[in-house]
């Protein structure tokens, strides 16, 4: 016992030091679309230049990664003042950059360094629309595909459609996939960034904001106000960014992801010092399969699942075994666990950011734990249960105590299917420790996140395939010990 305690604390603080990074550390974070993940990567690039920095990205919506700032788990990140105005600081309408300042101060936070350009948002039809403006959208029969955080927004969906007196039920769509949805004419209106990419590509037609909804959002750092006291070598620098990158750059930029098939460091890099060479051919999926950072990314996930599946044991086996022998709590008990296990995985990560103060690997920890409790508790309530009753009479004629009767007996006779429960719950958390990527936590899901915000399947596939092979060998590794337990009774027998 005392030896899977120290292994366990081990690998906990295995996964959690580097998450924690020291604080000579500068961690920039970034949003889950590929503008933030290229304005993180000039970030960081720009600071390390002048001390250690780190990127922290893909954490998801706005709401994670402003809570990762106010956290300290990250120093600052790539926003838009439109951004900031209505969705951060609830104001009903546009103000100014010194008044934003000033209600930021209070959080701890401060706004600065204007990237040069403005990414609106917009609404975009297919090019043979014949509709030109927002206003024509009312009281039209079409299929709206908007992105989950614009649906949300307090700029977004809620405020256009009071405006422009829309009234069509839009559809949750990933921003990722959306061009493609409406060419493939699954969707009739998406919302874009101004600056994306694709518009050209799929010919698009952006719909005039006729009644002036959108306000400015212009890109700038939302940063730590401790930022510049800690690292003012690199805070210098990334204040030399200011107006330097153009609408028509970031585009460019977001091309050379999306369309060419390149890495955001390798973008960044290229516009912060641009050479002649030009990369060659978009990387396929076994050279994204296999890169450099398979190894890092294997044993960031297979940490999460070790650790979550071992805390699992520790509390799940516990209360199975409370709630079999003690009938008033069964039902409680059951039921706390099951619930635990409804709560959305998105939800229950943006919960924990601000309750632990932190972002990365403990809170996805936290969640991980939480949903492998229900097979664990489940099966071991289920295996003490299903002990025969003559088993029980026997060891009470053997004068065996209820302690030693547990152990000597009902144990090991549930054991089967206790395992069965713990494997259930590796295989699942194998699967469910994808999600971690979207707080910085690392894993396969890493891939996943990228794969969606560029809509590449083989980035996609990269990320799935390794998870998909460790369930698989998580598995069969279960089923040779439950053959080896089986092999082993029947030579006691």
Do not use: C
């Given at each position: 016992m005392r030896t899977t305690i120290l292994f366990l604390a081990v690998l906990l603080f295995a996964a959690v030091a580097p998450a924690g990074a020291a604080d000579d550390v500068l961690r920039v974070g970034s949003k889950r679309f590929t503008e933030s993940y290229i304005l993180g990567e000039l970030l960081t690039q720009t600071a390390a230049a002048h001390g250690q920095a780190e990127h922290r990205q893909g954490l998801g919506n706005t709401a994670?990664?402003?809570?990762?700032?106010?956290?300290?788990?990250?120093?600052?990140?790539?926003?838009?003042?439109?951004?900031?105005?209505?969705?951060?600081?609830?104001?009903?309408?546009?103000?100014?950059?010194?008044?934003?300042?000033?209600?930021?101060?209070?959080?701890?936070?401060?706004?600065?360094?204007?990237?040069?350009?403005?990414?609106?948002?917009?609404?975009?039809?297919?090019?043979?629309?014949?509709?030109?403006?927002?206003?024509?959208?009312?009281r039209q029969p079409l299929r709206f595909g908007l992105s989950h955080e614009f649906i949300g927004r307090?700029?977004?969906?809620?405020?256009?459609?009071?405006?422009?007196?829309?009234?069509?039920?839009?559809?949750?769509?990933?921003?990722?996939?959306?061009?493609?949805?409406?060419?493939?004419?699954?969707?009739?209106?998406?919302?874009?960034?101004?600056?994306?990419?694709?518009?050209?590509?799929?010919?698009?037609?952006?719909?005039?904001?006729?009644?002036?909804?959108?306000?400015?959002?212009?890109?700038?750092?939302?940063?730590?106000?401790?930022?510049?006291?800690?690292?003012?070598?690199?805070?210098?620098?990334?204040?030399?960014?200011?107006?330097?990158?153009?609408?028509?750059?970031?585009?460019?930029?977001?091309?050379?992801?999306?369309?060419?098939?390149?890495?955001?460091?390798?973008?960044?890099?290229?516009?912060?010092?641009?050479?002649?060479?030009?990369?060659?051919?978009?990387?396929?999926?076994?050279?994204?399969?296999?890169?450099?950072d398979l190894w890092t990314l294997t044993r960031q996930h297979l940490v999460l699942v070790l650790v979550s599946v071992a805390l699992a044991c520790l509390?799940?086996?516990?209360?199975?075994?409370?709630?079999?022998?003690?009938?008033?709590?069964?039902?409680?008990v059951l039921a706390l666990v099951g619930v635990l296990q409804t709560v959305p995985s998105l939800a229950l990560l943006a919960m924990l950011i601000p309750m632990l103060g932190m972002i990365g690997t403990a809170p996805a920890l936290v969640a991980l734990f939480i949903y492998a409790l229900l097979p664990v508790v489940r099966n071991t309530c289920t295996a003490i249960l299903g002990v025969p009753q003559g088993m029980r009479t026997a060891a009470l004629a053997l004068g065996l105590r209820p302690g030693q009767r547990l152990l000597y007996v009902e144990l090991p006779l549930a054991l089967p299917v206790i395992l069965a429960g713990v494997k259930t719950a590796a295989v699942m958390s194998v699967g469910t420790a994808t999600i971690a990527a979207f707080i910085g936590a690392g894993g396969y899901g890493e891939r996943i996140t990228i794969g969606l915000a560029l809509n590449d399947n083989d980035m996609l596939l990269a990320g799935a395939i390794p998870a998909a092979v460790l369930a698989l060998l998580t598995q069969l590794l279960f089923e040779a010990l439950e053959k080896l337990m089986s092999r082993r009774a029947a030579t006691a027998n």
């Open positions: 994670i990664v402003l809570a990762a700032l106010q956290a300290g788990s990250i120093d600052v990140y790539p926003e838009y003042l439109g951004t900031i105005d209505l969705e951060i600081l609830k104001n009903p309408k546009a103000t100014s950059l010194a008044q934003m300042r000033a209600a930021l101060a209070p959080m701890g936070l401060g706004v600065a360094v204007p990237l040069g350009f403005n990414n609106t948002y917009a609404l975009a039809m297919r090019g043979d629309s014949q509709l030109k403006k927002l206003s024509d959208l009312a307090a700029d977004g969906w809620p405020g256009l459609a009071a405006r422009y007196g829309l009234t069509q039920l839009p559809r949750g769509l990933d921003h990722g996939i959306a061009y493609e949805a409406l060419a493939q004419r699954q969707v009739d209106v998406i919302d874009i960034y101004s600056t994306d990419a694709k518009i050209k590509r799929y010919g698009m037609k952006v719909l005039d904001d006729d009644l002036h909804y959108f306000p400015r959002y212009d890109a700038v750092l939302l940063y730590r106000l401790d930022l510049p006291q800690r690292f003012p070598a690199a805070w210098n620098a990334l204040r030399k960014l200011e107006g330097r990158i153009s609408a028509e750059q970031m585009i460019a930029m977001n091309a050379a992801v999306e369309l060419e098939g390149k890495n955001f460091a390798a973008v960044a890099r290229e516009w912060l010092a641009p050479v002649a060479r030009k990369d060659g051919a978009r990387a396929g999926l076994a050279a994204k399969l296999f890169g450099p509390g799940g086996i516990p209360l199975g075994i409370l709630a079999a022998l003690v009938p008033r709590v069964r039902q409680a």
